[in-house]
């Protein structure tokens, strides 16, 4: 905006616009210099700005044309109505009023100077105005300075927006009850739960449903071991008001001593400093029993529901079946390997209670159960009869060696099912913890001997496998053999002569077996020893079982060369071994060996266990041309199983003789075995026994404890007779 002119404004005549108007006389009447009567000009005196010029073209009042000097406050008068008067009367005032010939005392003013306006003729148009083109005097310094007033009076502050402050609000109040909204959904729709059970613990009881623990049982369904319905005496010690008393009228019930009851009940501190009301007395207890000690109503004494394990057969199969604890979790044998199988998962009861003594449910309350889900049963390939009477001639001929330890073992061919495995000594799997910790070990699985002899089956065999040897071959066969520093003599003499492969089995040569390794090799060998299953554990199914181990071929010093291929400086169990005899019976295929036929489901559902592994390791026709060279061993004159023969069957076996190895050290003296299969033309059982007497001869328990197992499980099992007549006639020393 252009800064406003000093000069007083004029229309395009000339005229000043917004000042005094003169009168104007007629058009014929000339202007005269008196100023106009009714113009407003002395209403500008008084306007805010103050910048109005008064004229006064009257030369007679103020000197002629002279130049008037004016000041903006001149025409103020001491009466604060008389602008409004003035403008009311036309600016007739103006012309009444006197002139102030000097500014108001003590204010500073403007003082300006203007020509009188010439007269002008009538006609003659008034030039139009002009601007100032000389610069303005210098203002003299005397003078003080004007402040010049605002031309715009200032704008009053800015007030707050109010419809800015109501739409503020507004968005913070919705915001607020939007956030209560929102967390009121959270409330009712997602952590009504939490809420709602927060005080469940309070009001709710809850019973646990134990879950029956699956049975076992022999291949024919009789149960070998079985939860039964039992109960558990417990002591609140805080309410034992008589402990001595208490613990003596509960002795003779549960058959615990008095001192180790009153033991039980003395008052003890949990780990949290409370208080405990709890401990059992006694567990798995006949219920007639406990019916006895509720009679008595003895303070602080509880009975509950409990579960015990019912062993009927006491140590029958105890080494494998094992025992649980008293919470029914499996600890040993295949109560240990098959837990998760066998245990089940416990159900439970939660429901309102009342308070007070009787905590008894609420009718209409708060009630949920989730039912026990019973465990599965297991059904092994166990015969418990061939059992029974295995572990009993077990344990006769054990009774010769005392403290010895012996294993039997039974395949039936050629499904490879373990039809009985004892071990002694033994212990009863109902009362398993007076019982000794080695008494508890599976010796099958578990007692790594050095086989000895029963190793030389697999020796022959692998040489008429890879056509080393023929049934026919003979060999001349020294008294001894020498391999490193090592001699390794025959326990019948042969001086030399040729001696059958038969006769060597028959007589179990040393230098024979020896022999005909060497030319098999030791790389063909160990490869064949892992055929038969020896060095890493048969998967039967007990737990821990032990592998055995080979000697690797670039471990064998010049001794090895004589002591591995007759069965030392070999580790393996009486069930590995018992195995490998299986695959020569079963036509030279290996099956694995297993325990477990099939696992029932609480719903009576049987489910068969995998398959077990097999693998081929002899033709069917070496496999039955190295179990007619084993029936030597049963029927050669001084042969060394003739102790083992069944009388009316083919037997066709080894006999052997090596150490027991315990950490790998050598224990004093012999493990004397026997594996042989029946009948011989038609394997349909292998039976293994290993029988180990520290301080007497185990030749005489393994042979005939095998001839007694065998004959039994023939007529257990109703076999015929051999129907091919008795074995073939054998020269030991052909000419």
């Known amino acids: 905006m252009p800064p406003r002119s000093d000069e007083p404004r004029r229309d395009p005549k000339g005229a000043r616009r917004g000042s005094s108007r003169e009168a104007r006389p007629a058009d014929d009447e000339p202007r005269t210099g008196e100023p106009g009567i009714g113009g407003i000009s002395g209403a500008r005196a008084y306007t805010p700005r103050g910048r109005t010029v008064r004229e006064d073209r009257g030369t007679a ?302 009718p209409g309350g708060y009630s949920r159960t989730i039912p026990a889900k019973p465990g599965s049963s297991l059904a092994l390939t166990i015969d418990r009869d061939l059992q029974f009477r295995t572990q009993q001639i077990l344990s006769a001929g054990m ?49 790594v001997v050095d086989p000895g002899s029963i190793h030389k089956a697999i020796t022959f065999g692998a040489a008429l496998q890879e056509g080393v040897i023929t049934p026919d071959t003979t060999l001349p066969i020294a008294n001894a053999i020498k391999k490193g520093d090592t001699w390794f003599p025959d326990t019948h003499p042969a001086n030399g002569k040729r001696m059958s492969i038969p006769g060597m089995l028959a007589y179990s040569s040393n230098v ?77 295929t290996y099956v694995q060996p297993h325990l477990v036929k099939e696992v029932i489901g609480p719903d009576g559902k049987r489910t068969p266990t995998p398959a077990p592994v097999t693998r081929s390791v002899l033709s069917p026709q070496n496999a039955a041309a190295l179990r007619t060279m084993l029936e030597a061993v049963t029927t050669v004159d001084n042969a060394t199983g003739l102790a083992a023969a069944v009388p009316g069957y083919r037997v066709a076996g080894k006999t052997g003789t090596g150490w027991r190895l315990v950490d790998g050290k050598k224990q004093p003296g012999e493990v004397s075995s026997f594996i042989g299969m029946a009948p011989a033309e038609n394997p349909q059982y292998v039976i293994a026994v290993f029988a180990y007497a520290p301080k007497s001869n185990g030749a005489a328990i393994a042979g005939p404890a095998f001839r007694d197992m065998m004959q039994f499980t023939l007529r257990h099992y109703r076999v015929p007779p051999s129907t091919g007549g008795s074995a073939p006639k054998f020269t030991v020393y052909p000419r």
């Open 61 to 362: 009042a103020r000197g002629g044309g002279a130049e008037q000097r004016r000041t903006p406050r001149s025409t103020r008068s001491g009466d604060p109505f008389r602008p409004a008067l003035q403008v009311l009367d036309g600016g007739r005032a103006a012309a009444r009023s006197g002139r102030r010939d000097a500014p108001a005392a003590g204010r500073g003013g403007v003082v300006r100077t203007v020509s009188p306006r010439t007269p002008r003729a009538p006609g003659v148009d008034e030039p139009a105005p002009r601007r100032r083109t000389t610069p303005r005097a210098p203002r003299r310094a005397d003078r003080p300075v004007a402040r010049r007033p605002s031309r715009k009076p200032p704008r009053p502050p800015k007030l707050a927006d109010s419809r800015l402050r109501l739409r503020l609000g507004t968005a913070l109040a919705l915001t607020l009850f939007a956030s209560i909204g929102i967390r009121l959904v959270f409330l009712q729709a997602v952590d009504a739960p939490a809420y709602a059970g927060g005080g469940t613990a309070d009001r709710t009881r809850t019973v646990e449903l134990p879950a029956p623990r699956g049975a076992i049982y022999d291949t024919t369904g009789a149960p070998l071991a079985r939860s039964v319905e039992a109960r558990y005496v417990s002591v609140d010690p805080t309410e034992v008001e008589d402990p001595p008393g208490t613990a003596k009228a509960l002795s003779p019930l549960l058959g615990i001593p008095a001192s180790k009851l009153v033991e039980l009940m003395k008052p003890r501190k949990l780990e949290n400093g409370v208080e405990s009301r709890f401990a059992y007395l006694a567990r798995g207890v006949e219920i007639a029993t406990a019916k006895q000690v509720q009679a008595l109503e003895l303070p602080g004494i509880g009975v509950h529901r409990d579960e015990r394990r019912d062993v009927p057969g006491g140590d029958l199969a105890a080494n494998l079946i094992g025992f649980t604890s008293q919470d029914m979790a499996g600890l040993e044998g295949l109560e240990a390997r098959f837990d998760d199988v066998l245990a089940g998962q416990d159900g439970k009861r939660v429901y309102e209670a009342g308070l007070g003594d009787l905590a008894a449910p609420i």
């Open 399 to 447: 009774a010769q060696a005392p403290g010895g330890t012996g294993a039997a073992v039974i395949i039936e061919i050629p499904s490879g099912a373990v039809l009985a495995q004892a071990s002694n000594p033994t212990y009863s799997a109902a009362k398993p913890l007076p019982s000794d910790p080695v008494a508890r070990e599976d010796a099958a699985t578990s007692f």
């Open 512 to 588: 024979g077996t020896i022999t005909i390794a060497d030319k098999l090799g030791r790389d063909r060998l160990i490869d064949y020893q892992k055929r038969f299953g020896l060095g890493k554990p048969t998967g039967e199914g007990m737990p821990g079982e032990a592998s055995g181990r080979l000697l690797p071929a670039d471990e064998w010093s010049e001794s090895s060369e004589g002591s591995v291929p007759i069965g030392h400086s070999v580790d393996a169990t009486p069930l590995q071994m018992a195995a490998a005899y299986a695959a020569i019976a079963n036509n030279g």
